[in-house]
């Protein structure tokens, strides 16, 4: 897998939201309609189980190339061999987290304010995640929202790959896009989806257009 | 620290019983009572916050030589360098952890039947925890008791170190050490006590008279 992960649409799951469904056949009916990373999330799962789960997807994600990152349990990304682990502001500090894995995985953490952002860009983290951008109910905690302008402005202060969560949609994912993310993330988008498949597809068709008028754009300018 | 372990007076930390009182603090009265060994336990605090008061209480027991286990949290243990981890049969299977902690810290694992006794016999693991040995509120899942003559059948089953928990208090502790067991793990009779201090002094000197004259029995023996 190395380290070149395709951000674009990264999933994060929440078993809470597939209502009566199989969390690893919805992960992959998403991967067919093209996420392109999934974050594994399970806040009350016995480890145990967690690291059965995630050795499962790990399986049967092996062929399409898509990583698996577990979030927050190194040791359970560690028993499971999962590509890398995205942790939080409240969750083992990043030094650790890597000195714990080692080089080789990847490790994403989240960022919720310009510091947290430019602490983070002095590390070899691999990448941030920006949250929220807008206000949401998934997550209960409540943290001040990037909006347009903070993407843009968080754009320019690090050269890392950038994703952000947290009200990430259909019919914003282009202006958000637009800021130079690298990619979002998306939970109820997709785990809620009546289709996840149909979903991540549709999401991911804007995401190569967009992709697709940038590089455009950059070429006229050379 | 090493292994050799004194396991008779086993403290298992549950910040929901400890009222309006640090959980540091607390565990260092109990140890100045006579705790031997400490396991935090902590089901629900973020990995961050669970690093700092590990780290913490580790600093804190460096002069009383008195080892602190991590319950399941192999990543914890590893960051806030802890003496071992304690699992159950939920957690990561044993040999996954022995991987990750290396050979010279200490595995604690739970057994709640013979079979999972007898598995756990053919491991390198440090020591057992057989549970529970009565019926308790402490913990929601409802096993089996081992009972006395459980424990008897157990000890008589391996040579590995065994605890016991769930249900032991000053009243039964000394038949219960009679059946053969390292200790006794205890939650709620030294954390829920108006005072740790005096409630670990008083099981400690039950514990040190019952060792004392299964001593004296075995001199007499030989």
């Given amino acids: 897998m190395g380290k070149s992960m395709d951000f674009s649409l990264y999933l994060v799951t929440d078993r809470g939201l597939i209502r009566d469904r199989a969390l690893v056949s919805l992960v992959l009916e998403a991967v067919r309609g093209g ?5 594994l ?3 009350s799962c016995p480890a145990g189980e967690f690291v059965q789960l995630a050795g499962n997807l790990k399986d049967r994600l092996a062929e399409s190339n898509v990583p698996l990152i577990i979030n927050d349990r190194v040791e359970v990304a560690l028993a499971a061999g999962a590509d890398g682990v995205h942790i939080g502001q409240e969750d083992i500090p990043y030094h650790q987290v890597r000195s714990m894995l080692g080089p080789n995985r990847i490790i994403g953490l989240s960022v919720n304010t310009y510091a947290q952002l430019m602490e983070a860009d002095r590390t070899d983290v691999d990448y941030l995640s920006l949250s929220p951008v807008y206000s949401t109910k998934t997550k209960k905690d409540t943290k001040e ?3 347009l302008e ?3 402005k968080a754009r320019s202060m690090t050269q890392k790959p950038l994703i952000t969560i947290g009200g990430v949609n259909k019919q914003n994912l282009a202006s958000i896009m637009a800021t130079g993310m690298d990619g979002v993330a998306l939970v109820s988008a997709i ?5 996840p ?3 991540a597809r549709e999401l991911a068709d804007i995401i190569r257009n967009i992709k697709r008028e940038q ?3 950059v070429m006229q300018h050379q």
């Fill in 215 to 217: 590089n455009h754009a």
């Fill in 145 to 147: 929202p990037f909006g």
């Fill in 197 to 199: 498949e149909d979903a």
């Fill in 41 to 43: 999330r399970e806040k």
């Fill in 35 to 39: 996420v392109s990373a999934v974050q």
């Fill in 150 to 152: 903070g993407l843009r």
């Fill in 191 to 195: 785990c809620a989806a009546d289709s």
